[in-house]
């Protein structure tokens, strides 16, 4: 199942920037400046997790990509989730979330994926919540 839900390679950064700043419900630009709100610091940090472990994007190339930041900062940041992933079911769960996302909106429409969906492995239904954050009104 985990190679199953691995993004496939030809899904570009700004793709993986805002699935998850939409995920986390934060704005997508938020990513980028230099701010270390709590709220914005853990997407980024997982966004450069994703980056080099499903993609295998170097550090100094991520680094530049999330703002222009230094390669010791991503190096920090991805081992920071690789440690924290172990240790909390959670944040497993976010991270296997949003690889699902990546999969799934890199071949369906934005349109089709709505506040879950749907989905047929080995003849059994299982349902995905796309966007847990997302609050309705």
Same mark, same amino acid.
């Given at each position: 199942?985990?190679?199953?839900?691995? /993004?496939?390679?030809?899904?570009? $950064?700004?793709?993986?920037?805002?699935?998850?700043?939409? +995920? +986390?419900?934060? *704005? %997508?630009?938020?990513? +980028? %400046?230099?701010?270390?709100?709590? %709220?914005?610091?853990? /997407?980024?940090? $997982?966004?450069?997790? !994703?980056?080099?472990?499903?993609? @295998?994007?170097? &550090?100094?190339?991520?680094?530049?990509?999330?703002?222009?930041?230094?390669?010791?900062?991503? !190096?920090?940041?991805?081992?920071?989730?690789?440690?924290? $992933? !172990?240790? *909390? @079911?959670?944040?497993?769960?976010? !991270?296997?979330?949003?690889?699902? =996302? =990546?999969?799934?909106?890199?071949?369906?429409? &934005?349109?089709?994926?709505? =506040?879950?969906?749907?989905?047929?492995?080995?003849?059994? #239904? =299982?349902? #995905? #919540?796309? &966007? /847990?954050? +997302?609050?309705? &009104?």
């Amino acid at each position: 199942l985990r190679s199953f839900t691995r /993004p496939q390679k030809n899904i570009s $950064v700004k793709n993986v920037v805002d699935k998850v700043a939409a +995920y +986390y419900g934060i *704005d %997508e630009e938020s990513i +980028y %400046e230099k701010t270390r709100r709590r %709220e914005v610091v853990r /997407p980024r940090q $997982v966004i450069m997790y !994703i980056l080099r472990e499903d993609f @295998s994007i170097s &550090y100094p190339t991520i680094g530049t990509k999330m703002g222009g930041r230094d390669h010791t900062t991503v !190096i920090h940041s991805c081992e920071k989730i690789k440690r924290e $992933v !172990i240790v *909390d @079911s959670e944040l497993a769960k976010e !991270i296997q979330n949003i690889r699902t =996302l =990546l999969v799934w909106t890199s071949t369906l429409s &934005y349109q089709q994926i709505t =506040l879950g969906m749907y989905v047929k492995i080995h003849n059994q #239904f =299982l349902l #995905f #919540f796309i &966007y /847990p954050h +997302y609050q309705l &009104y």
